[in-house]
C-alpha cells in the first residue's frame, strides 16, 4: 500500500504528479518511447479495455481494428488528462475504477493494455487475475513495465532507493519483476522483449514488453 496522506495533500500530490508525469514523459515521448508504445499498441483489436491508462499516451496508437475502447483509470486528474487528450478514433469510454476489479464482464474484452501499471496498482497480483476474467478465452494481454536492473549494482540502487520512489511517484515500485508476476498469474506469457526506457529517470529504466493470452 502506498503511504496514506490527508485528502487535501494527496489531491496536491496527485496534481503535482500527473504534471511531472507529462513533463518527464514528454521528454521520453520525442527520444522513442513513442515509438516502443506504437508497436505494442498496433496489435489491440476488437473490444479493448485500457487499465491505468494515465494522460493517454497510448490514444493516438490505437488503430481500425479496435471497435471499443474502455480506459479504467482511478486518478482523478488523469481522468481530466485522459478526456482533454482525445483527438479520434474509435468510440471512447472513460472509467473511474481500479484494475483489481475491473468493470467488464468476464470474458467480455478482446485486447486488454497496460503500460507502467503493474509497478503503481495496489495488488499487481490481483490485476493481472482480473485482467484474466475480463479476456475472452484466446484474447490478448498488451504490456509495457519498467524492470529490476539485470545489473546487479543497479537493481541494488534501485531497491535502495525504492521506499522513497515510491512515495513521490504515487505508489511506484521501480524494482519488481513484471516479468515474474506475469509468468506466476493466470496468463499464458507468450513474448518479452527489452527496450532502454529512452530518457526515463533510472530507477524505472530498463523496460520490457510483455505479451500474454488467456488459455
Ligand atoms: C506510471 S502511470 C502510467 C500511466 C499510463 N499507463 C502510461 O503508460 O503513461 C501509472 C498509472 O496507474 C494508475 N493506477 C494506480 N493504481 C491503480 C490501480 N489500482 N488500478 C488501475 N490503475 C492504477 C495511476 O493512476 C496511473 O495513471
Redesign the pocket.
Known sequence: MRPALPAVLDRTHERLFVAG?AWV?TRSEAAGMRSVRRSLVAEAAGRVLE?????G??LDHYGAAVDELVL????AA?RDALRASRTGGPAVRVLDG???ALPADDASVDTVVG???L????DPGA?LSEVARVLRPGGTYLGLEHVRAADRRVARAQRLVAPGWRVLA???RCDQDAVALVRSSPLTLESTSSFRGPRQPWPVRPGVRLVARRP
Do not use: D, H, I
Open positions: 508525469y514523459q487499465v491505468g491508462a494515465g494522460t499516451l497510448n479504467v483509470e482511478p486518478a488523469m481500479t484494475g483489481e503500460t507502467f501499471v509497478c503503481s496498482v495496489a490485476v504515487r505508489g511506484c
